[in-house]
Every structure is written in C-alpha cells, then in structure tokens.
T-cell receptor, first 112, second 118 residues
Framework: SQQGEEDPQALSIQEGENATMNCSYK?????LQWYRQNSGRGLVHLIL?????REKHSGRLRVTLDTSKKSSSLLITASRAADTASYFC????????????FGKGTRLSVIA | GAVVSQHPSWVICKSGTSVKIECRSL??????MFWYRQFPKQSLMLMAT?????????EQGVEKDKFLINHASLTLSTLTVTSAHPEDSSFYIC??????????????FGEGSRLTVL
C-alpha cells in the first residue's frame, strides 16, 4: 500500500523559479527519503531526512520534516530545465532491511 | 555510489510466453533486493522482497506463481513473468541497499525493464 501522498501531482514552472513539493505519510517512520525519476528511467536518491531532523539541505535542495503532521516538503531552488522529472517521497519501516513505500509523485516541468 | 544493473531494458513478447528480467548488484553484495512495478504516470508499487537463498516475500495481491523470483546469489535476483498477458505490460524496477548505507538507508535502483506483451 502507498504510504506517501505528494501534492501537487503536477507542477509547471519557469526556469529560475523555486519548486515546492509536499508529501504526507501515515505511519511512524525512521526516515523519509526523496527520489527523482527521469521519464522511463530508474530512481535516483536525492536526500534522506531522519525522524529526529527538521530540515536538511543538499545543494539546491531543501527538505523539511514535520513528524507531528506526518508531512515533508522538498524545495528545489533556482530550478533548471534539467530538473524536469518526477519526484517521489518514500518511507520505510522503523527497522530492518525492509522496502520503501513510495508516494504518488509530483511531475515537475521546468520550462526554459 | 552502489550500482544496480537491470537487463533487459525493454522487451516485447507475445501473449502466453514467459519473460525473465535480471537484476544485478555490480559492486556490492545484496542479500535482499526489492522488485517494484510501475504503470505509466503512476507510482512504484512493491511486488516482492527477494531474499538470497530463500523464498521471496510477496505483497498482497501479487501472484507468486505468476511472478517467479529467484535470488540464487548475492549479486543476482531474477523476476520471471510467466505466461505473460497484455495486462502484465508495465515497467519493472529492482532495487537494493548496499551494506554501507545501513538497513534503513537509501535504495539503489536499476534502470528498469519495460515489458510490452502483445
């Protein structure tokens, strides 16, 4: 079953603008991860935020986590056309080598 | 980072035939691999967890006799779609964690295999 629910489902912005995607989940988590998928390709890990962290940065990416609201957001600053892709949040169980459960994803289009 | 390779990237087959998809961890050993399925413009749905040397664990609603998983070595898991039908057409993706990322860390994904059943 799907754990995360992203919104918006689709987002179209101009190059240089910021893109914000949100994710909500249902159960307790050990961490929350964001992945990117180019059309027809595999997924690439972007960033992981632990349940005891509130915010994390990696280059142009900023992730926040609010465990009380069971939600996370991914901000991509100064977007580029190459950022066009689908973005998924994913959560796993608290322990063990268990699979991740992915949200529905946000399809981001960055227009040059 | 760790590399997971999947083969073939795409395959077209006739209805009723079986198709095997391979997933290899190229630079690490993976006792566990995860198989996902993705329909167009949708999310990844977990199909099964592949365990080296033992039976796979299937998610509810996934037919184990239809989707045969074999994890015969620490670097190879295979998914065989048996007696494929058009509704099995989908994008199949495997993934694994490298030992260095811990048991709850990031997953490394193969490039996926697009199956089209005519």
């Amino acid at each position: 079953s799907q754990q995360g629910e992203e919104d918006p489902q689709a987002l179209s912005i101009q190059e240089g603008e910021n893109a914000t995607m949100n994710c909500s989940y249902k159960t307790s988590i050990n961490n929350l991860q964001w992945y990117r998928q180019n059309s027809g390709r595999g997924l690439v890990h972007l960033i992981l935020i632990r349940s005891n962290e509130r915010e994390k940065h990696s280059g142009r990416l900023r992730v926040t986590l609010d465990t009380s609201k069971k939600s996370s957001s991914l901000l991509i600053t100064a977007s580029r056309a190459a950022d066009t892709a689908s973005y998924f949040c994913a959560t796993g169980r608290n322990s063990g080598n268990t699979p991740l459960v992915f949200g529905k994803g946000t399809r981001l289009s960055v227009i040059a | 980072g760790a590399v997971v390779s999947q083969h073939p990237s795409w395959v077209i087959c006739k209805s009723g035939t079986s198709v095997k998809i391979e997933c290899r961890s190229l630079d690490f050993q993976a006792t566990t691999m995860f198989w996902y399925r993705q329909f167009p413009k949708q999310s990844l749905m977990l199909m099964a967890t592949s365990n080296e040397g033992s039976k796979a664990t299937y998610e509810q609603g996934v037919e184990k006799d239809k989707f045969l998983i074999n994890h015969a070595s620490l670097t190879l898991s295979t998914l065989t779609v048996t007696s494929a039908h058009p509704e099995d057409s989908s994008f199949y993706i495997c993934s694994a964690r490298s030992p260095g990322t811990g048991v709850t860390g990031e997953l490394f994904f193969g490039e996926g295999s697009r199956l089209t059943v005519l």
